[in-house]
Each structure stands twice: as C-alpha cells, then as structure tokens.
C-alpha cells in the first residue's frame, strides 16, 4: 500500500530476443493476461489482480534488456510538481503524450538518472476490459494459470552512482530505503525503496555499466506458490537461477529464473511490512550472500554477475 | 539423434552434446567445459565462445549487445545459442 503521493512502479517495457517464444513464457508460464498489442507490434500484458490497462510491454529487439520503467504517481497535480522537481534535481525531462505509445496511458514525463536508466511519472490510465471483482468479489474472474502471478512487483536495476538514484527516489520521489548494503568504504553497494509497505518497489546495486536490470518481479501468493513456480521451471526446462529460497533482505520468499529472452524473473512472495519511521536496516557487503540467500547462506557467483 | 564431441580447445577437456541439444545445455550436463552458464536465453552474453573447428547451427537470436555481426563472422557465438551438426573444438571468447 503506497503511503505517499508516489503509488507504485505501475508499467515496464522489457526488449526480448524472440517475441513470440517470450510471449508463450508470460502467458501460458507465468499466467499474465495479453491485452493487445500496439500499432508497431509490440505486446501488452497485465496480471489478473491488476486494475490498469496494463503493466508490462514486450518488444522486440536485437538485445535483451529494460526499455523503461513508469511509476503511478497520485493525480496530475503531482505529476506536474514532480517534473519540475525532477528538472530542479538536474534531469532533463520529455514529455510523451497520452495514448501514443502506450495506448491507455495519460501523459508521461521521461527522464534519464545518474544510473542510465530512463524512468518515467504518469498520473492517468485508464481500467483494462477485465479487471478483478469489486462488489462481492471472488478472488479471481477466471482461473489463474502456470505460475499464478497476481502483479507486477518491482525490479532491481544495476549501473552506476546509486547513492544518487536513491537521493532522487527519496528527496524527489518522496520514497524510503527500508534497508541499504554499504561497502567497508561506507558507500552504497545496493539500497532497496519503497513508497509504501512494500519492503521495495525498486532496488539498484553499484555496477560499471550503466543502464543494466538484473530481475523483474511478480507477486505470488504465497510459499506454496513458489513451489508451484518451481514445478513449472522443471517440466518446461526454464533455467533457475536461485531458489526456492528466502531473502534474508526484504524477507521475502523467491525464486529466480531466466526467461526464453535471457531477461531474469523473480516470482516473489511475504517480504516484511515497511514503514517510513522504522530504523534502516544496514548491511555489511560482507554478509550481503547471507542477506540475499538466507538458506544458503553465501553468494550465487550468477546472482551478481549476469545482468541483462 | 547423434551425439557429438565438444573439444575445450584450451585444456583438451572434451564432452558429448547431442545434436538437439545446444552446446551450453551439454557443458552443463556433462560439468565440463570452459565457460560460466547464464540466462540460456541470448541475452546476457555469459556463454560467449568462439568456434575454432567445426560446423554448427545458431537457431536463436544471440543478443548484439554482446555478439555483434563482425564477430558471427569470426565463429563468435553464445554456446546456448547453438546446436552442433558436427564434434567442435571451442575455446572461451
């Protein structure tokens, strides 16, 4: 639940490889809906929990890797203070808009951080035709499938000068790091923030390259639903990466996989109840294996170092 | 199905890759060979090797982010990328 004027990371447009192979994965695998597709031939998709037209884009492309992503902020009010304050922070911000290139879609304001990736603020979208019940609901319209996602989630993006990006989440955004991963130098090594109670809704770790994603994220419901995931990334041969495991950071329950595009998922469940008063929770980089995998206990060389 | 012989051309250490099976699926079943797995989708570039022997059939996008079309030519490919149609010798690109 988002306690600020920013809602949530509402939409992401991802590059794959093969559009129809990726396609079949977050459909009939990971259980999103498609709602259409754009007049240039890329794909829209929701989870069936999900109200907006829709939260995920699909295009098709000669890398694999995050086009963008778009945070929900509260009404149009906050959407123009937030571009001026984004300029005023030293971003240059363009305008896409509304219904070009994603039809539903309001106005955007896009701009590019220290980090390389180009995120975006809208205000407005409109419903999709099929969204979950809201007068004596059921707790689904029509059966989930493969994997059960409920909603997109968030994602962990790599690049450089993180404690940047994490100012401009904050002191812009007026979102909070629930907890941080500090080098023995004391810099940012990884911080993960949220607007909400959602223990992050975006997370960023200190990487050379800029403009890099190592996971996007969906909610399941629940451990038993890990386990599920994990029985579809056996029968359809997806390569795991970690998991099922529990963070010890977010304390959430997960499981990492790759799909056919090369692009990281997590599916992702529980986490801990965030709160703006809470103390930060620090780590050292020296126990960040333990922090990431709990069970385990020590690092996953692949979990650091394949980024897409 | 045949299987064919993939020849680390560093080490000499060799392993059999079925013909439906891509070069990168084989290292990793036989714990062999010269390189880390990834994505297993083209996309993070992990896997690169370059192809000193053989013939071979690339039958997914690899992404331009880390092969780009000069290397294709030099026998740069990401080994998930790629099935064998003959044995390979093949070292870490």
Known sequence: ?????????????????????????????????EVGRTEDGRV????????????????????AGLDYVAFKVDSPGTLESLKDATEAFG???????????????????????????????????????QVPMTHNPHPWVEAPRGMRAQRFDHCLLYGPNIAEAERYFT???????????????????????????????????????????HHLAFLLQDWNDIGNAADF????????????????????????????????IETYCGGYTAYPDNPVRVWDVSEVGKGLFYYEGELIPSFLQVVT | MNDYRITDGATGEAFLCHSDENLLAAM??????????????????????????????????????????????????????VRPLSNITLIKA
């Open chain 1, 171 to 213: 002191e812009v955004l007026g979102m909070f790091a629930p907890e941080v991963c500090n080098t023995p130098e004391g810099n940012r090594f990884a911080t993960w923030l949220t607007s909400g109670n959602k223990a992050h809704d975006i997370a960023f770790v200190e990487y050379e390259k800029p403009g890099k994603i």
């Open chain 1, 233 to 264: 990334i056996g029968r359809y041969s997806l390569k795991r990466d970690v998991g099922p495991t529990r963070h010890a950071i977010t304390r959430g329950q997960t499981i990492y996989f790759w799909e056919p595009s090369g692009n990281r």
């Open chain 1, 44 to 63: 829209m998709l929701k989870g069936y929990d999900e109200f907006d037209h829709h939260s995920v884009t699909l295009r098709l492309a000669d890398e």
């Open chain 2, 28 to 81: 990793r079943r036989s714990g062999k060979g010269p390189i880390k797995t990834g994505c297993f989708g083209g996309g993070c570039g992990v896997c690169k090797v370059r192809i000193l022997d053989g013939r071979y059939q690339a039958f997914k996008k690899m992404s331009k982010a880390h092969v780009s079309p000069e290397e294709e030519k030099q026998n740069i490919v990401l080994a998930c990328c």
């Open chain 1, 1 to 33: 639940m988002a306690l600020n004027k920013t809602l949530r990371p509402g939409l992401i447009q991802m590059r794959v490889l093969d559009l129809d192979q990726t396609l079949d994965f977050y459909t009939n695998i990971l259980g999103l809906n």
């Open chain 1, 91 to 129: 971003y240059p911000v363009d305008e896409v808009p509304a219904n070009t290139n994603q039809p539903g879609f309001g106005k955007r304001y896009g701009f590019t951080i220290c980090t390389g990736h180009r995120i975006e603020l809208y205000a407005d979208v409109e419903k999709a035709a």
